[in-house]
């Protein structure tokens, strides 16, 4: 450390990004701090990520237990299938509490200090922390702010944390309602509509925009609203707002037309998760000190090198990264972006390719994405004057989806006429969230499906549902 300095790098905020900062941090040989104001792990570690696969788990396996036609058909007999509640959340809360004694042991064996109290810039190269006790000043020679984000609750639904809760509740799991609103159908929504449909709850979901699962490529949302909705018998609103919902014995929602805001029906469920969408933590970071205004909705302005913005210019040695600059608010982006930032800070000249960062669902089956929806890339197409096409393959025509017993799905490749390069991939079917990887590095590369189509896959294989589809890309040009 230069003299000056307390630390080399200061980071605010011990969630999944400030940590997978802070390790490479100390593999630059940077003396590091991190700042937590509430629990090691963050999001991730205690609300998010681990908690809902945890239960994704238990609730996939008491679902597939239970569908006895799908067991049969591979010739297994199984008999009446019992859960306990209590013990899935109990081992949901385990697995959170290892990885987050984990997570702080990995820090502190590799001397990373870890600081309780709220940080605060105070300045450049400054940082207060704040805790019951009293204030103290860091000094630093770089700071990074990875501060996440929190549910964000529409104006006219109302909390109480027992009949109307966001995911932070949800996850404990304190209780099954029999009949569950689900308010947002984005990957969060539709993760907790399959926990609940698998443990036996009714599901009504409520979207504002006209496509279900907005955020999917319109193809893929079809067919996984086919297999994840239908047949579950999910009662669905889209292009309809839960305008206000209360809490109580029943939870009582007005539903309205999200674009004439006039009431269309009014809903009495047992209960209502609020799944519409997550809020920077951005608010009290002394980020005026140094000139810093967040953008209209409190995400932190940076640039692809991950340092903070004060307008045009980047504000010397202050960076920040993950779900409070409002990217991709996803964790694996956020340490990403800590890689990156850090890389920086030791003057190895990085920036961030968003395009190649993989997103999922890990629904039953499972959804998965990389790069441009096809509207996108058309629109992008019409800007910068190419054509677009697209090829889907089925997982019906893949031997070893067959094999399994798990052949609902489809995957589709999005590409530029032409030249071939993938523009997009998405995927939903059977482990979807791993079958996307070879799809991310190509588009990394700036692959195209010409040279993929001679990419040997292995048989049987899922992958093969890509390589079919490079291969009619090829074909079809
Ligand atoms: P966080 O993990 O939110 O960490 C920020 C930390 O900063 C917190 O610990 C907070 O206490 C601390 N903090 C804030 N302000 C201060 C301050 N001033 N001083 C000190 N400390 C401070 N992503 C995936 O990639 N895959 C998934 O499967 C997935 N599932 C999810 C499921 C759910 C239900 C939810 C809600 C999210 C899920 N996510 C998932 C998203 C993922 O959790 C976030 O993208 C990720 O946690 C962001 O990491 P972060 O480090 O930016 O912030």
Redesign the pocket.
Known sequence: VSQEFDYDLVI????????GAAIHAVSCGLKTAI???????????????I???ALLAASGRVRELRNTHHLESLGIQVGGVEFDRGAIANHANTLVSKIRGDLTNSLKRLKVDIIP????VAGQQKVT?TTDEGEKTVTAKDIIL??????FVPPGIELDGKTVFT??D??KLEWLPKWVAIVGSG??GL??ADIYTALGSEITMIEALDQLMPTFDPDIAKLASRVLISPRDMETYSGTLAQKVTPGSPVVIELADAKTKEVVDVLEVDACLVATG?IP?SK??GLSAVGVETDRRGFIPVNDQMAVLSGEEAVPHLWA????TGKL??????SAQGVVAVENICGRHRTIDYRSIP??A?THPEISYVGLTEPAAKELGEQEGFEVASVRTYFKGNSKAIAEGEADGIAKVIYRKGSGEILGVHIFGIHASDLIHEASNAIAQRQSVNTLAYLVHAHPTLSEVLDEAYKRAVASH
């Open positions: 605010v905020g011990a969630g999944v990004g400030g940590h700042i937590e104001a509430s629990e090691m792990g963050g999001t991730c570690v205690n609300r998010g990520c908690p809902s696969k109290g709220w940080g605060r922390v990875c501060t996440g984000s929190i549910p995911s932070d949800a996850l990957y969060i993760e907790f997550r933590v009290d970071l990264i993950g779900d409070a608010m996803l964790a694996h982006a956020a997103a999922a890990f």
